[in-house]
């Protein structure tokens, strides 16, 4: 499958200055690919280059394998993108925003602007004024407005930026859905680790402008380093994990039994206990959490 988005070594230089240091990296259809990373780590500079608010000094950015240096408009008509905030006309209702922009894109029709309010949930309140919309309702105003000319590639600046908790669960169905259904590329950048953790599917972390790493959100969940095990007879169990798996790290304590194991072998365990007659009433898998692999891979110093 060819990338949606590619970034190959790109640079950003401010002066004397380096900001962005050879960032490389690609984007998928149907995936929500989140830049992760504190704040001034690089995430906005990288987002204003892809989509042409800011020069790159070296490199190349491709968007459906055009270059936005050699042809920026044909490369930039398959994206969608809000940077930092929406901005919209805050007397106007959100049914007239929407028509706004859509004169400014050709094949934009009425049926198209129908199909993306009720996309985003707004069919109730798009005939209200913007002013009275919540911070929520602006966001999604703003999701309609960037879907309006069917992009391939969704770009979100720090979408969930403001939100209380019902507003972010709101913003991160709707991208999961859209990603799902309508099979767009999707790139998110965020410092709330828990929020990336569960929306997206793969995340880049990004440190002093530098590419730490590209992980994908299943892996890291199948990096069991540990399991517990709630058994009993415990003292059994412990002889019989031993004798299966010699060189197996096992700890006992007072939830349970600790064994540090691949997650492929989790299955093979249970069953070398049952067929033991031993009670195996629960299996936890203790994986790393994302903040755990975010403070690991970055040294721990730079987080928000």
Same mark, same amino acid.
Do not use: W
């Given at each position: $499958?060819?990338?949606?988005?590619?970034?190959?070594?790109?640079?950003?230089?401010?002066?004397?200055?380096?900001?962005?240091?050879?960032?490389?990296?690609?984007?998928?259809?149907?995936?929500?690919?989140?830049?992760?990373?504190?704040?001034?780590?690089?995430?906005?500079?990288?987002?204003?280059?892809?989509?042409?608010? $800011?020069?790159?000094?070296?490199?190349?950015?491709?968007?459906?394998?055009?270059?936005?240096?050699?042809?920026?408009?044909?490369?930039?008509?398959?994206?969608?993108?809000?940077?930092?905030?929406?901005?919209?006309?805050?007397?106007?209702?959100?049914?007239?925003?929407?028509?706004?922009?859509?004169? $400014?894109?050709?094949?934009?029709?009425?049926?198209?602007?129908?199909?993306?309010?009720?996309?985003?949930?707004?069919?109730?309140?798009?005939?209200?004024?913007?002013?009275?919309?919540?911070?929520?309702?602006?966001?999604?105003?703003?999701?309609?407005?960037?879907?309006?000319?069917?992009?391939?590639?969704?770009?979100?600046?720090?979408?969930?930026?403001?939100?209380?908790?019902?507003?972010?669960?709101?913003?991160?169905?709707?991208?999961?859905?859209?990603?799902?259904?309508?099979?767009?590329?999707?790139?998110?950048?965020?410092?709330?680790?828990?929020?990336?953790?569960?929306?997206?599917?793969?995340?880049?972390?990004?440190?002093?402008?530098?590419?730490?790493?590209?992980?994908?959100?299943?892996?890291?969940?199948?990096?069991?380093?540990?399991?517990?095990?709630?058994?009993?007879?415990?003292?059994?169990?412990?002889?019989?994990?031993?004798?299966?798996?010699?060189?197996?790290?096992?700890?006992?304590?007072?939830?349970?039994?600790?064994?540090?194991?691949?997650?492929?072998?989790?299955?093979?365990?249970?069953?070398?206990?049952?067929?033991?007659?031993?009670?195996?009433?629960?299996?936890?898998?203790?994986?790393?959490?994302?903040?755990?692999?975010?403070?690991? $891979?970055?040294?721990?110093?730079?987080?928000?």
């Amino acid at each position: $499958m060819n990338p949606l988005l590619q970034l190959k070594n790109v640079r950003k230089d401010i002066g004397k200055k380096t900001i962005i240091h050879d960032l490389s990296l690609e984007v998928f259809a149907g995936e929500v690919f989140g830049f992760l990373g504190p704040n001034g780590a690089g995430k906005t500079t990288t987002i204003r280059m892809i989509v042409g608010l $800011m020069g790159i000094t070296s490199g190349e950015v491709l968007i459906n394998g055009i270059s936005i240096q050699k042809d920026f408009e044909k490369a930039i008509q398959h994206v969608g993108a809000i940077v930092e905030n929406p901005e919209m006309y805050k007397f106007l209702t959100g049914y007239q925003n929407l028509l706004h922009y859509a004169r $400014m894109t050709k094949g934009v029709t009425k049926e198209r602007i129908d199909e993306v309010v009720q996309l985003v949930g707004l069919e109730k309140r798009i005939h209200d004024k913007v002013k009275t919309y919540s911070l929520g309702m602006r966001q999604r105003l703003g999701l309609a407005q960037a879907l309006l000319h069917r992009p391939s590639l969704l770009i979100l600046d720090e979408p969930t930026n403001g939100l209380d908790p019902a507003g972010i669960r709101e913003i991160r169905d709707y991208l999961r859905k859209l990603a799902k259904e309508e099979g767009l590329g999707i790139v998110v950048s965020s410092h709330l680790l828990s929020e990336m953790e569960m929306m997206c599917d793969r995340f880049a972390i990004i440190q002093h402008g530098r590419l730490v790493g590209i992980e994908s959100v299943q892996e890291l969940s199948k990096q069991a380093e540990k399991v517990l095990l709630t058994v009993e007879p415990m003292q059994q169990a412990l002889a019989v994990i031993k004798h299966a798996y010699p060189h197996m790290n096992v700890t006992p304590t007072k939830q349970g039994i600790e064994v540090s194991l691949d997650y492929e072998e989790i299955p093979n365990l249970n069953a070398a206990l049952v067929s033991e007659h031993i009670k195996v009433y629960g299996i936890q898998v203790l994986t790393k959490s994302l903040e755990e692999r975010f403070l690991e $891979m970055t040294g721990g110093n730079e987080i928000v």
